[in-house]
Protein backbone atom coordinates (compact mmCIF):
# COMPACT_ATOMS: atom_id res chain seq x y z
CA UNK A 1 0.00 0.00 0.00
CA UNK A 2 1.50 3.44 -0.95
CA UNK A 3 -0.73 5.99 -2.14
CA UNK A 4 -3.49 6.75 0.92
CA UNK A 5 -6.87 9.23 0.13
CA UNK A 6 -8.31 11.05 3.30
CA UNK A 7 -11.71 12.54 2.47
CA UNK A 8 -12.04 15.68 5.22
CA UNK A 9 -14.40 17.91 6.00
CA UNK A 10 -12.57 19.04 9.20
CA UNK A 11 -14.86 17.75 11.53
CA UNK A 12 -14.10 15.58 14.42
CA UNK A 13 -15.39 12.66 12.46
CA UNK A 14 -12.57 13.38 9.90
CA UNK A 15 -9.66 13.78 12.10
CA UNK A 16 -10.70 10.15 13.95
CA UNK A 17 -10.02 9.40 10.04
CA UNK A 18 -7.00 11.20 9.46
CA UNK A 19 -5.54 9.84 12.70
CA UNK A 20 -5.84 6.39 11.42
CA UNK A 21 -4.72 7.19 7.29
CA UNK A 22 -1.58 8.44 9.32
CA UNK A 23 -1.06 4.91 11.25
CA UNK A 24 -1.44 3.14 8.15
CA UNK A 25 0.72 5.83 6.51
CA UNK A 26 3.40 5.15 8.78
CA UNK A 27 3.04 1.24 9.03
CA UNK A 28 3.98 1.01 5.40
CA UNK A 29 5.68 3.98 4.31
CA UNK A 30 2.77 5.60 2.50
CA UNK A 31 1.72 8.79 1.02
CA UNK A 32 -1.46 11.01 1.82
CA UNK A 33 -3.58 12.88 -0.01
CA UNK A 34 -6.14 14.96 1.75
CA UNK A 35 -8.95 16.14 0.05
CA UNK A 36 -11.72 18.38 0.34
CA UNK A 37 -14.61 18.92 -1.32
CA UNK A 38 -16.57 22.56 -1.24
CA UNK A 39 -20.03 22.32 -2.73
CA UNK A 40 -20.09 24.05 -6.07
CA UNK A 41 -23.92 24.82 -5.63
CA UNK A 42 -23.03 28.22 -3.83
CA UNK A 43 -22.92 31.75 -4.75
CA UNK A 44 -19.63 32.68 -5.84
CA UNK A 45 -18.25 34.72 -2.72
CA UNK A 46 -19.23 31.75 -0.62
CA UNK A 47 -17.22 29.45 -3.03
CA UNK A 48 -14.69 31.77 -2.70
CA UNK A 49 -14.69 31.94 0.69
CA UNK A 50 -14.74 28.28 1.48
CA UNK A 51 -12.28 27.35 -0.49
CA UNK A 52 -9.43 29.68 0.94
CA UNK A 53 -10.46 28.61 4.20
CA UNK A 54 -10.44 25.09 3.16
CA UNK A 55 -6.79 26.00 1.47
CA UNK A 56 -5.41 27.33 4.27
CA UNK A 57 -6.42 24.38 6.90
CA UNK A 58 -5.37 21.90 4.20
CA UNK A 59 -1.70 23.41 4.32
CA UNK A 60 -1.69 23.34 8.14
CA UNK A 61 -2.86 19.71 8.29
CA UNK A 62 -0.55 18.55 5.77
CA UNK A 63 2.45 20.14 7.61
CA UNK A 64 1.74 18.81 10.89
CA UNK A 65 2.00 15.13 8.65
CA UNK A 66 5.09 16.47 8.05
CA UNK A 67 6.23 17.44 11.07
CA UNK A 68 5.12 15.59 13.64
CA UNK A 69 4.07 12.13 11.78
CA UNK A 70 7.08 12.06 9.23
CA UNK A 71 4.23 11.50 6.55
CA UNK A 72 4.19 12.90 2.93
CA UNK A 73 0.98 14.62 2.15
CA UNK A 74 -0.24 16.24 -0.71
CA UNK A 75 -3.28 18.18 -0.48
CA UNK A 76 -6.67 18.98 -3.25
CA UNK A 77 -9.64 20.71 -3.44
CA UNK A 78 -12.08 19.33 -5.38
CA UNK A 79 -15.48 22.08 -6.28
CA UNK A 80 -18.36 18.93 -6.83
CA UNK A 81 -21.00 17.46 -4.57
CA UNK A 82 -19.95 16.03 -1.78
CA UNK A 83 -20.16 12.37 -3.73
CA UNK A 84 -19.19 13.43 -6.48
CA UNK A 85 -15.77 15.39 -5.30
CA UNK A 86 -14.80 12.40 -3.56
CA UNK A 87 -15.02 9.78 -6.04
CA UNK A 88 -13.50 12.31 -8.74
CA UNK A 89 -10.64 12.29 -6.53
CA UNK A 90 -10.46 8.98 -6.37
CA UNK A 91 -10.44 8.18 -9.84
CA UNK A 92 -7.45 10.97 -10.50
CA UNK A 93 -5.43 9.79 -7.35
CA UNK A 94 -6.09 6.26 -8.07
CA UNK A 95 -5.26 5.48 -4.08
CA UNK A 96 -4.76 1.96 -2.63
CA UNK A 97 -7.29 3.04 0.03
CA UNK A 98 -10.22 5.83 0.63
CA UNK A 99 -10.29 6.44 4.73
CA UNK A 100 -13.64 8.03 5.77
CA UNK A 101 -15.15 8.87 9.23
CA UNK A 102 -17.75 7.73 10.54
CA UNK A 103 -21.15 8.56 9.36
CA UNK A 104 -23.07 11.46 11.60
CA UNK A 105 -25.38 8.69 13.73
CA UNK A 106 -28.46 11.51 13.95
CA UNK A 107 -28.38 14.03 12.00
CA UNK A 108 -28.52 13.10 8.25
CA UNK A 109 -27.42 9.35 8.75
CA UNK A 110 -29.72 8.16 6.33
CA UNK A 111 -28.48 10.55 3.44
CA UNK A 112 -24.57 10.17 4.34
CA UNK A 113 -25.13 6.53 4.46
CA UNK A 114 -27.40 5.43 1.50
CA UNK A 115 -25.67 8.39 -1.01
CA UNK A 116 -22.03 9.51 0.10
CA UNK A 117 -20.51 6.36 1.80
CA UNK A 118 -22.45 3.06 0.61
CA UNK A 119 -22.22 4.76 -3.28
CA UNK A 120 -18.29 5.59 -2.75
CA UNK A 121 -17.75 1.63 -1.39
CA UNK A 122 -19.64 0.49 -4.56
CA UNK A 123 -18.38 2.86 -7.43
CA UNK A 124 -15.50 4.18 -5.92
CA UNK A 125 -12.94 1.30 -7.36
CA UNK A 126 -10.86 1.15 -3.98
CA UNK A 127 -11.25 -0.47 -0.43
CA UNK A 128 -12.98 2.49 1.74
CA UNK A 129 -12.00 2.49 5.58
CA UNK A 130 -14.60 4.10 7.44
CA UNK A 131 -12.85 4.39 10.91
CA UNK A 132 -15.85 4.45 13.49
CA UNK A 133 -13.16 3.91 16.70
CA UNK A 134 -10.64 6.45 18.22
CA UNK A 135 -7.28 5.17 16.49
CA UNK A 136 -5.07 4.10 18.87
CA UNK A 137 -2.45 1.80 17.48
CA UNK A 138 -2.55 -0.76 14.74
CA UNK A 139 -5.11 -3.27 14.25
CA UNK A 140 -4.78 -6.31 16.60
CA UNK A 141 -7.63 -8.56 15.19
CA UNK A 142 -9.42 -8.21 11.64
CA UNK A 143 -12.56 -10.52 11.08
CA UNK A 144 -13.38 -10.61 7.62
CA UNK A 145 -16.59 -12.20 6.42
CA UNK A 146 -17.55 -14.50 3.41
CA UNK A 147 -20.58 -16.19 1.65
CA UNK A 148 -17.82 -18.53 -0.06
CA UNK A 149 -19.03 -16.94 -3.41
CA UNK A 150 -15.62 -16.19 -6.27
CA UNK A 151 -16.92 -12.43 -5.41
CA UNK A 152 -15.75 -12.99 -2.14
CA UNK A 153 -12.57 -14.83 -2.66
CA UNK A 154 -11.75 -11.66 -5.28
CA UNK A 155 -12.57 -9.06 -2.64
CA UNK A 156 -10.41 -10.88 0.10
CA UNK A 157 -7.44 -11.69 -1.87
CA UNK A 158 -7.61 -7.43 -3.04
CA UNK A 159 -7.37 -7.41 1.25
CA UNK A 160 -4.57 -9.22 1.91
CA UNK A 161 -2.46 -7.68 -1.49
CA UNK A 162 -3.38 -4.24 0.60
CA UNK A 163 -1.20 -6.03 3.65
CA UNK A 164 -3.33 -4.39 6.68
CA UNK A 165 -3.60 -8.10 7.90
CA UNK A 166 0.03 -9.11 7.77
CA UNK A 167 0.41 -8.32 11.54
CA UNK A 168 -2.95 -9.16 12.74
CA UNK A 169 -5.32 -12.03 14.04
CA UNK A 170 -7.53 -12.44 11.08
CA UNK A 171 -10.85 -14.27 11.48
CA UNK A 172 -12.94 -15.48 8.75
CA UNK A 173 -16.48 -15.43 9.32
CA UNK A 174 -19.33 -17.45 7.30
CA UNK A 175 -22.69 -16.38 8.82
CA UNK A 176 -25.08 -19.98 7.91
CA UNK A 177 -28.98 -20.58 7.88
CA UNK A 178 -30.47 -23.30 9.39
CA UNK A 179 -33.93 -23.02 7.78
CA UNK A 180 -35.81 -25.66 9.63
CA UNK A 181 -34.97 -24.24 13.01
CA UNK A 182 -36.98 -21.31 11.32
CA UNK A 183 -39.68 -20.44 13.23
CA UNK A 184 -42.71 -21.71 10.85
CA UNK A 185 -41.02 -24.79 11.02
CA UNK A 186 -39.14 -25.33 14.42
CA UNK A 187 -42.29 -26.54 16.04
CA UNK A 188 -42.32 -29.50 14.70
CA UNK A 189 -39.05 -31.12 15.87
CA UNK A 190 -38.07 -31.52 19.44
CA UNK A 191 -35.21 -30.20 21.38
CA UNK A 192 -32.89 -33.10 20.92
CA UNK A 193 -33.54 -32.99 16.99
CA UNK A 194 -33.16 -29.27 16.79
CA UNK A 195 -29.68 -30.07 18.29
CA UNK A 196 -28.90 -32.71 16.13
CA UNK A 197 -30.08 -30.70 13.09
CA UNK A 198 -28.18 -27.33 14.16
CA UNK A 199 -24.69 -29.70 14.91
CA UNK A 200 -25.05 -30.94 11.25
CA UNK A 201 -25.67 -27.34 9.94
CA UNK A 202 -22.45 -25.99 11.89
CA UNK A 203 -20.58 -28.91 10.41
CA UNK A 204 -21.72 -28.98 7.29
CA UNK A 205 -21.10 -24.85 6.91
CA UNK A 206 -17.47 -25.26 8.50
CA UNK A 207 -16.64 -27.83 6.06
CA UNK A 208 -17.64 -25.69 3.41
CA UNK A 209 -15.69 -22.79 5.04
CA UNK A 210 -12.66 -24.74 5.50
CA UNK A 211 -12.73 -25.82 1.68
CA UNK A 212 -13.32 -21.85 0.33
CA UNK A 213 -10.21 -21.30 2.50
CA UNK A 214 -7.99 -24.01 0.57
CA UNK A 215 -8.83 -22.70 -2.37
CA UNK A 216 -8.52 -18.94 -1.70
CA UNK A 217 -4.74 -18.66 -1.44
CA UNK A 218 -5.34 -16.15 2.06
CA UNK A 219 -2.80 -17.36 4.32
CA UNK A 220 -2.80 -17.93 8.25
CA UNK A 221 -6.60 -17.47 8.96
CA UNK A 222 -8.95 -18.81 11.50
CA UNK A 223 -12.33 -20.19 10.07
CA UNK A 224 -15.31 -19.14 12.08
CA UNK A 225 -19.14 -20.11 11.61
CA UNK A 226 -22.01 -18.71 12.88
CA UNK A 227 -26.04 -19.44 13.16
CA UNK A 228 -28.32 -16.92 11.57
CA UNK A 229 -30.10 -16.49 14.58
CA UNK A 230 -31.25 -12.64 13.90
CA UNK A 231 -29.85 -11.20 10.60
CA UNK A 232 -26.72 -11.25 9.07
CA UNK A 233 -25.66 -7.61 9.89
CA UNK A 234 -26.33 -8.57 13.92
CA UNK A 235 -24.37 -11.84 13.30
CA UNK A 236 -21.60 -9.88 11.93
CA UNK A 237 -21.08 -7.55 14.98
CA UNK A 238 -21.86 -9.71 17.61
CA UNK A 239 -19.64 -12.61 16.17
CA UNK A 240 -17.06 -9.15 16.17
CA UNK A 241 -17.56 -8.07 19.69
CA UNK A 242 -17.79 -11.36 21.02
CA UNK A 243 -14.03 -11.98 19.64
CA UNK A 244 -12.98 -8.64 20.19
CA UNK A 245 -12.55 -8.12 16.51
CA UNK A 246 -11.49 -4.41 16.02
CA UNK A 247 -11.70 -4.21 11.91
CA UNK A 248 -14.59 -5.77 10.21
CA UNK A 249 -13.85 -6.44 6.48
CA UNK A 250 -17.12 -6.54 4.07
CA UNK A 251 -17.12 -7.31 0.60
CA UNK A 252 -19.40 -6.78 -2.50
CA UNK A 253 -19.15 -7.44 -6.05
CA UNK A 254 -22.05 -6.94 -9.02
CA UNK A 255 -23.25 -10.33 -9.15
CA UNK A 256 -25.62 -12.49 -7.46
CA UNK A 257 -25.38 -14.14 -4.03
CA UNK A 258 -23.24 -11.43 -1.76
CA UNK A 259 -24.77 -8.68 -3.48
CA UNK A 260 -28.21 -8.97 -2.25
CA UNK A 261 -26.27 -9.98 1.37
CA UNK A 262 -23.52 -7.17 1.64
CA UNK A 263 -24.72 -4.41 -0.63
CA UNK A 264 -28.07 -3.17 0.48
CA UNK A 265 -29.21 -3.50 3.69
CA UNK A 266 -26.08 -5.64 5.53
CA UNK A 267 -24.00 -3.23 4.20
CA UNK A 268 -25.86 -0.24 5.31
CA UNK A 269 -26.54 -1.12 8.53
CA UNK A 270 -23.24 -2.86 9.47
CA UNK A 271 -22.01 0.96 8.38
CA UNK A 272 -24.48 2.70 10.77
CA UNK A 273 -24.50 0.59 13.25
CA UNK A 274 -20.90 -0.48 14.24
CA UNK A 275 -18.49 1.06 16.99
CA UNK A 276 -15.88 -1.26 14.70
CA UNK A 277 -14.08 0.24 12.04
CA UNK A 278 -15.28 -0.90 8.77
CA UNK A 279 -13.14 -1.82 5.79
CA UNK A 280 -15.11 -2.36 2.59
CA UNK A 281 -13.92 -3.84 -0.72
CA UNK A 282 -16.04 -2.70 -3.55
CA UNK A 283 -16.22 -5.14 -7.08
CA UNK A 284 -13.59 -6.04 -8.94
CA UNK A 285 -12.66 -4.47 -12.19
CA UNK A 286 -13.89 -6.89 -14.62
CA UNK A 287 -15.28 -9.20 -12.68
Same mark, same amino acid.
Given at each position: ??K???A??F???? +? =??????AL?A?Q *????????? %? %????L????? +???????? !??L?? !??D???Q???? &???T??I???? *????? =??VE???? +????I????R?????V????? #?????????????????P?T?????M?Q??D??????? #?? &?????L??? +??????????????A /?? /?????T????? &????????????????T?????A??G?????????AT???????E??Q???????????H?K?? /??K????????????T????? /??IP?? &???
Open positions: MKIMVTDSERS +D =RALRRALR *FGAAITLVH %V %VDDDPRRIL +DAERDEAE !TLRQ !TATLGVDGV &QCERILASP *FAGII =RGEAKP +DLLVGPHRQILKDFIGTT #AERTIRLGGCPVLMVNAPGAYRHMTTLSDGSRD #AL &QTIRAGIG +DETRITLLHVFDAP /LR /LTMSHMSKAD &QAHYMAGEEKDALRDLGFLAGGLSVVPKVRHKTVHREILAAAEAADLIVVSTGTG /LRLLVGSVTEHVLRSAIDI /LAPV &QGG
